[in-house]
């Protein structure tokens, strides 16, 4: 079974400190994604990177950033935490996308339970 | 821009009864459509994926279907039971992005009565 773990449950931070978020996966996965989960909002996309030491910005990067040095392992950085980023951060992984060849992918994407954040 | 609606926000069902669940979608051009279910305060457990070549996809007492060109997809489950209970989502994985984003509906939340 695909295993993507996240390093906490529960986080509770204070404004203007440096917050890490780390996410693990086990399967080898090219494709690694950060989103956050807020009520009325649904899921939305912070960050995704598809290979090591690469990224790309999602629909809501403002505030984050990424670091990702291993295959396994992508971490959600906020550079200076603020009570608006408060929120369920989810973690996911995939196989890479076969898309220049044309080839329907049946990749499913694989997420973590997710670290409940809170901004003091 | 591909966005996706999930309708209804919320169902109460008694247990036993089989029920549809709905999602649509703005853009035909996806790679695939995935099922998924999630639990108060967890992450999201992947039920069922239909590529965008394929029309159904069958779990245990769960189906999806997906009509990719009305952008509409539908979640049947088979004799609920109050395990059922959760949030589902639908999600797709976007063309025009080169498959790299995916794009969730808001979900619909699930109670199923003993």
């Known amino acids: 079974d695909v295993k993507v773990t996240q390093s906490s449950r529960y986080l509770v931070k204070r404004t203007g400190e440096k917050v890490f978020l780390e996410c693990v996966q086990d399967?080898?996965?090219?494709?690694m994604f950060w989103y956050r989960q807020d009520p009325g909002l649904g899921l939305r996309l912070i960050y995704f990177?598809?290979?090591?030491?690469?990224?790309e910005k999602g629909d809501i990067p403002e505030g984050y950033s990424v670091s990702r040095e291993k295959k396994e392992r992508f971490s959600l950085i906020l550079e200076s935490a603020s009570t608006n980023q408060t929120s369920m951060y989810l973690c996911?992984?995939?196989?890479?996308?076969?898309?220049?060849?044309?080839?329907?992918?049946?990749?499913?994407?694989?997420f973590g339970d997710g670290t409940r954040l809170s901004i003091l | 821009k591909q966005e996706v609606t999930q309708i209804p926000a919320a169902l109460s069902v008694p247990e036993g009864e089989n029920l549809v669940l709905n999602c649509s979608f703005t853009d035909s051009a996806i790679y695939n459509l995935q099922w998924f279910r999630q639990d108060p305060g967890k992450g999201l457990t992947s039920l069922l994926l239909i590529q965008s070549s394929q029309r159904e996809q069958t779990s245990g007492r769960l189906n999806a279907s997906l009509d990719k060109s009305s952008g509409r997809s539908t979640l049947y489950i088979a004799a609920s039971q109050p395990g059922d209970s959760a949030t589902y989502l639908c999600a797709v994985r976007d063309r025009n992005t080169g498959g790299f984003k995916t794009i969730f509906g808001a979900g619909t939340r699930l109670f199923v009565k003993a």
């Open positions: 996911a992984s995939s196989f890479l996308q076969i898309r220049d060849l044309g080839i329907d992918s049946n990749q499913p994407q694989h």
């Open positions: 399967m080898d996965h090219e494709n």
């Open positions: 990177s598809y290979d090591v030491k690469m990224k």
